[in-house]
T-cell receptor, first 114, second 116 residues
Framework: DSGVTQTPKHLITATGQRVTLRCSPR?????VYWYQQSLDQGLQFLIQ???????AKGNILERFSAQQFPDLHSELNLSSLELGDSALYFC?????????????FGDGTRLSIL | AQKITQTQPGMFVQEKEAVTLDCTYD???????LFWYKQPSSGEMIFLIY??????QNATEGRYSLNFQKARKSANLVISASQLGDSAMYFC?????????????FGAGTRLFVKA
């Protein structure tokens, strides 16, 4: 158990809809990261937050947004969903922003778009 | 731009033998970190080992060691005494330091099959 909690574990919805994925980091971790894992794109970094502030941005679509709340949990919002958004979405956390800190991953949310 | 290359889509190894999973990277940043993660069929991502760009010695964690060759930009994972439970997908990842934060990029992964 990594200590990172992601909900829900599975999500099935339709094109055009909006969903929110939730992540609670490990106790004491201030950084939260979001990743998308799909068969064709592999594991893609989306965005990082540190103590409520956005710190790094990767290949995140404009239809996607994220935030980190004062209690350090984070949400990833996906809107105007398309079939290609079907993927496994991981949240990870680390203590801070040092380059040598490993990221600890949650079990992921599997999103299926019908 | 950052790049991580794992050239072995799949590897087979006999139980109790050692196996090396290849990883090469490309970066212009002098400061970076290299990581290996394991993803079993159950889907979770498990951190295995870390190597910093300024580390003089190769990292080791139990049966895992990292063969770091900075000049060749390679960071191969060596698993000694393979076990059936080592069958999984293995990802090499690199983190560069940007201002205030950093991006992490992952390779395409190598699927390891351990044979009894």
């Amino acid at each position: 158990d990594s200590g990172v909690t992601q909900t829900p574990k599975h999500l099935i919805t339709a094109t055009g809809q909006r969903v929110t994925l939730r992540c609670s980091p490990r106790s004491g971790d201030l950084s939260v990261y979001w990743y998308q894992q799909s068969l064709d794109q592999g594991l893609q970094f989306l965005i990082q937050y540190y103590n409520g502030e956005e710190r790094a941005k990767g290949n995140i679509l404009e239809r996607f947004s994220a935030q980190q709340f004062p209690d350090l949990h984070s949400e990833l919002n996906l809107s105007s969903l398309e079939l290609g958004d079907s993927a496994l979405y991981f949240c990870a956390s680390s203590v801070g922003t040092a380059e040598d800190e490993p990221q600890h991953f949650g079990d992921g949310t599997r999103l299926s778009i019908l | 731009a950052q790049k991580i290359t794992q050239t072995q889509p799949g590897m087979f190894v006999q139980e109790k033998e050692a196996v090396t999973l290849d990883c090469t990277y490309d970066t212009s940043d002098p400061s970076y970190g290299l990581f290996w993660y394991k993803q079993p069929s159950s889907g979770e991502m498990i951190f295995l080992i870390y190597q910093g760009s300024y580390d003089q010695q190769n990292a080791t964690e139990g049966r895992y060691s990292l063969n770091f060759q900075k000049a060749r930009k390679s960071a191969n994972l060596v698993i000694s005494a393979s076990q059936l439970g080592d069958s999984a997908m293995y990802f090499c990842a690199m983190r560069e330091v940007n201002t205030g934060g950093f991006k992490t990029i992952f390779g395409a992964g190598t699927r390891l099959f351990v044979k009894a």
